[in-house]
């Protein structure tokens, strides 16, 4: 249909590193005008890599971007805009005590010798709004109009009379089912009026709504284009958890092991908002999956797990005894360790050194007054960079300055060294090249044979089935099956997913 | 001397990665050098300044006046450290050595014996500290709000402390008191040894025990810390109660000096020295490094430059802009991008001129840069 015009924007060949990290390798991208293109991928894909370089806020290693057929460099946010490309980030950049007008046109406000006038100010705020349908009071301040209005007036605000693309990132992700269809008509009517919008989401279901077209990114290269309509959900999964580990051997055994005795057990553990109530046994010596896509609850269940996050139902127990009220000291302190999924963010210090960050759990766990002797720390951290062949010149070195895989294999010693029975890993392998992702699945095998009770959360299927022996699958934040031994397949798991 | 600098300088180039492993190396080799460099025109414009006599039975000279008059500073910028070194700040400083001066002038009229309106004095430093850090770690103010609300208050809390009794600027006789702070023990000032003692229980405390690296991590990256198990509140709380304590020991040595309780002027703007102090010493205001001896260089390298501005004879107007200056010129020293961008020009300027000695080599002109100054 779309596909016989010429396409708006074309993007080819684009690469992008960030420290020698490839978070883009060589992805074509094609918008079609009149066209809703859907841009999927689990978290750390590359997607908002690969906005931020069409809409100017990022410079491509490599590769060719064309608008209209015509090569266009776009060097900054300013020119993409005057290329009348248009983008609505996540968060909504707006400021909710200024009127609706100011709003819109904040920083490009219209001038009379010189001056603002805020006359016209207020009739192009109208113009713009009119645009998208909504008939407002202007001169209302923007906080006190709901979500929906204000994501709309974001998008009016991005939109110039010239514009041509529009990028929208999870524009739905804070509004309810009736907000997302007035957004939803919104967009069809700019798609009448040929515009060209890519929509990232992560709800399957609005994707298939409103988009014409996907495209899937997965570790940073494009795995699949497709119309829509010859999509089905059960293939664009497959795509989006895809198959990294294809060359690294599958598990040995499918039949289940004697599992050892339970250690950690959720009983009906629950978080309004955040997860539905649940029950999970860990047992010793067993590894337990967490799968599903983004956005399904992995990382909220393994944080009330944990006790990140305080559960307001249910309990945990250990060893049968109920664990009281969660909080991560309480939790190392009973020998349960957590590696979370965003290790700049919620794991490693960057400032301190290798040794300080290995040593940090454990140090907590002995409280401050008994520091670990100078020679142990030492000691310990040239253990753990050797045993997980962590690539670093000495020990002393700031954690910053290691590769991806490197430091999260710093986030990995860290919950080792405090010598846990119980750990708990979010996306262990996330942003890691090939060879370590191997290592770090081989690793977790190895240590759930010395004993350990493991909780695996990851956005990788091979990952979920290599490491397994039972897994639990979950769907809109809910646990709604779980398999063990043999039925452990990608299948199996994909067809929980999809909800068969 | 050029002869000299090529010969310093030629190990320098050597790699990028050396210069990277030392950097810890590097931290205290800028503000050590300004620190000489300082001294040494210090030496050059008041002859025997560097000499050190005995007179009354104590040490006497220019240097052991800088570490005598550094002190108090001194003492407030450790706090300062640690607090900057927890991500936070802490404007208070000033207003607490306020509090505990007019908290001592209050004991000793209400007839305490002098020991005990020590701990008062301490104390009180200690109550601001746990203001500050109710309001940081519990109510999760931003840092710089929450210890101006102090910082405002405290200087009226003197006052009204001074108007229990009736006094406005209140003077006292302490002979203990003064004994810590003006007094000798042997040829030395008391309150050199204090500072010294000070100074080896904060670092024990923080090095000998797991709270600097507590503190640190909370200051890297909070949400880190919390997940590794650190209660990020109390260790943030602990760095107000540090800094509060410090600051009162520093208002217990002003004060004895003066024997007055002048909460309006006293410790005026100390905080400001105390930060710079800081800064100086290579701490980021971003958190997460706690450089105890570096900061005691930063306060060295202030108190250093104000008597060399006192006896250079530069016309008084020009003190606060001279001091400005040079402040400036150690900090950029300091900056691995001002440095980098020197070289650039130094490199250019090599190249252009051809001759210039090692003009060419590649990242050995920093340093020299800031040699020739």
Redesign the interface.
Known sequence: MTSDQPPRVELVGISKAFAGVPALDRVDFTLHPGEVHALLGENGAGKSTLIKIMTGALAADAGEMRLDGRAVAVGSTAEARALGISTVYQEVNLVPTLSVARNVTLGREPRRFGLISWRAAREKARARLKRLSLEIDVERALGSFPVAVQQLVAIARALEEDSRVLVLDEPTASLDAQETRLLFRILRDLKAQGMAVVFISHFLDQVYEISDRISVLRNGRLVGSAATAALPQRELITLMLGRELERVEQRAAAAPKAAGAPVLAAEKLGRRRWIEPFDLVLRAGEAIGLAGLLGSGRTETAKLIFGAVRADSGRLTLDGAPLGHASPRRALRRGIAFCPEDRKAEGLVLDLSVRENILLALQTKRGWLRPLPRDEQRRLAEAMIEALGIATSDAEKPVGQLSGGNQQKVVLARALASKPRVLVLDEPTRGIDVGAHAEIVALVRRLCAEGLALLVASSELDEIVAVSDRVAVLRDRRIVGEIAGAEITRETIIELIAGG | MSVNQTIEVAPAPRTL?TR??GLAGHRAVWPLLALALILAVNGLVSPGFFSIRVVEGRFFGSTIDILYRAMPTAMVALGMAVVIGSKGIDLSVGAIIAICGATIAWRIHAGDPHVVVLLWALGAGLLCGLWNGALVALLGIQPIVATLVLMVSGRGIGLMINLIYGGTNPSFESPFLQSLSVGHVGLIPTRLLLGAASFAALWLLLR????G??I??VG??A?????????SRLVTYSAYLISGLTAGWAGVILTADTHISDPVSQGLYIELDAILAVVIGGGSLAG??IHLGMTVIGTLIIQALATLILTSGVPPEYNLVVKAVVVLAVLLLQSDDARAALTRRNRARGSLGGGSPGGGSPGGGSPKGGRRR
């Not at chain 2, 000998?208 to 709270?211: N, V």
């Not at chain 2, 949400?223 to 209660?231: N, P, Q, V, Y």
Request: hydrophobic share 45%; net charge positive; glycine share 20%.
């Open positions: 990665g990277l492993r000998r025990t797991a709270l690296l507590f640190e991590a890297g990256n949400r880190a810390a919390d997940l590794a198990g650190i209660g997460g490094r």
